[in-house]
């Protein structure tokens, strides 16, 4: 009779065990719980990406149109289980375009997919495609025909399609011609645009171009004015015009070439940037003489996260007159902050027609280090009714190659986005930075190889062997 008891007492405490464990799984499934203990943190979520997932409230249909065995299917997975996990409304379907070609195919159309390696965001009726070339940096490598990745560039890309696609109204980017600038239309690698027009696209925005004239002003619904590089001199009226937009809470974006004249600069002078008649030489940090590679970015929203170099062709210096906090308390004077500098021992080149340029002080040359790149803000004042005024801002960069269509490396576009994001009040995005790829190798000398062989070779089997005999004799005693 005992031993029924206890049997009966033995399989009563295995199924509570049991009962037990499925109640810890259940608790577990509806409450997980996740840390990353990895040094580099890779797939960890920015701050800007777990708010916008926490303030999801509508359910997003994500479709992943990779193959298992391309080269970023695995970092995709393990950054979608990230969202998955920071908000129940994001929902996946793996589909992989080579076996489930049925399932494919009826997406396809339902998207207008006319290529694979895709993912595709949908919410109600809106979708938004996100392709492999926005996941991710590519660099080409000695002694290899095919590029390596450098960056993954796939929770900016993610955030970005999510924040679009919540977004009832698509913001409307005009780019300004008439006068030299260059188009987003043109897809000529050294002088066209269309590579950064279809990356604003592909951001949930609308891209214009605009020609101002006595009886056309800049739109009421521009969100932000971009003036890529303009090469003639502008009209005072053309001038007048943006100073008029840019003063009721407009957003511009200046990019100004070296040794060209523009008729901007007495406005500019007016909004606390100065220019020189100069373009910028930095030794240290240049392949090919005229390019210089900024390394250096001062603290600002825009420059936040930067990590790739940013690659100017022949910049030209932009001088901050009126840096933050010269003049506290006054809402309508113009703030500079610089965004880009050189090095220490850069210099401004006066001697535009010397083609052999060497620093000379006594042709006017100076010592670096120079900006590149300045924020302009101003406004930002709260009224008596508690309502805030939204500021002006104005981004003047001395450099329209770097967004070229042949020259978007490194941290080019990365720049340029930040600083239409800035201008646009999507702080959302700005601070996604890219995560570089780091490869880690391990090296061991000659020596080291022959100890690591000793060791598992001889060294554990020994020890196993050792143990294994002590414990035969002490059985034997």
Do not use: C
């Not at 701050?47 to 359910?59: A, I, M, N, P, Y």
């Not at 694979?116 to 949908?122: E, G, I, L, N």
């Not at 100065?274 to 373009?279: A, E, K, S, T, V």
């Amino acid at each position: 009779m005992k031993r029924i008891i206890f049997n009966l007492n033995t399989v009563g405490v295995v199924l509570l065990a049991l009962v037990l464990v499925q109640m810890i799984n259940f608790i577990a499934l509806r409450n997980p719980l996740r840390a990353d203990w990895s040094g580099r943190q890779y797939y960890q979520l920015s701050d800007k990406t777990v708010k916008l997932l926490d303030e999801l409230d509508q359910r997003i249909e994500i479709s992943v149109f990779f193959q298992e065995e391309h080269a970023l299917f695995y970092d995709i997975e393990n950054l979608l289980e990230e969202y998955q996990y920071q908000s129940r409304n994001i929902h996946i379907e793996w589909i992989d375009p080579s076996r489930d070609r049925a399932r494919t195919e009826k997406l396809a159309g339902k998207y207008g997919l006319t290529e694979a390696q895709v993912v595709v965001f949908d919410i109600g009726d809106k979708s938004k495609v996100v392709r492999q070339a926005d996941l991710a940096d590519f660099r080409m490598v000695a002694r290899r025909r095919e590029p390596v990745l450098s960056a993954f560039k796939g929770e900016r890309a993610f955030s970005s399609a999510i924040l679009g696609l919540l977004q009832d109204e698509r913001p409307t980017v005009y780019f300004l011609v008439g006068h030299g600038e260059r188009r987003v239309t043109e897809f000529d690698q050294v002088s066209g645009y269309s590579t950064i027009g279809t990356q604003l696209l592909r951001d949930h925005l609308e891209v214009k171009e605009l020609v101002l004239s006595a009886d056309k002003r800049v739109p009421e619904d521009a969100a932000a004015l971009v003036i890529p590089g303009p090469s003639k001199v502008m009209s005072t009226v053309a001038v007048e015009m943006i100073e008029e937009y840019l003063s009721r809470s407009g957003r511009v974006m200046v990019l100004l070439d070296a040794l060209k004249e523009t008729g901007l600069e007495p406005m500019l002078r007016r909004w606390g940037v100065g220019l020189r008649d100069d373009f910028v030489v930095d030794l240290e940090n240049t392949l090919h003489g005229s390019d210089v590679h900024v390394r250096r970015f001062t603290p600002h929203p825009i420059t936040m996260g930067m990590q790739s170099v940013v690659q100017f062709i022949l910049p030209r210096s932009i001088e901050p007159l009126s840096r933050r906090g010269n003049r506290r308390g006054d809402e309508d004077h113009p703030t500079v902050d610089v965004l880009a500098q050189t090095s220490e021992k850069s210099w401004s080149e006066t001697q535009v027609t010397d083609t052999n340029a060497k620093f000379d002080p006594d042709t006017g040359d100076a010592k670096g280090p120079f900006s590149l790149a300045v924020a302009v803000e101003r406004g930002a004042t709260q009224t008596l009714l508690d309502v805030q005024i939204k500021p002006s801002r104005m981004v003047v960069i001395g450099d329209s190659d770097f967004v070229a269509n042949g020259n978007l490396v490194g941290g080019n576009q990365d720049l340029f986005m930040s600083a239409i994001n800035w201008l646009l009040d999507r702080e959302e995005l700005i601070a996604i930075a890219p995560k570089p790829i780091e490869k880690i190798k391990l090296t061991l000398t000659r020596k080291q190889l022959h100890r690591l062989f000793w060791i598992n070779v001889a060294g554990i089997p020994a020890v196993a062997a050792m143990i294994g005999g002590l414990v035969w004799a002490r059985r034997r005693k």
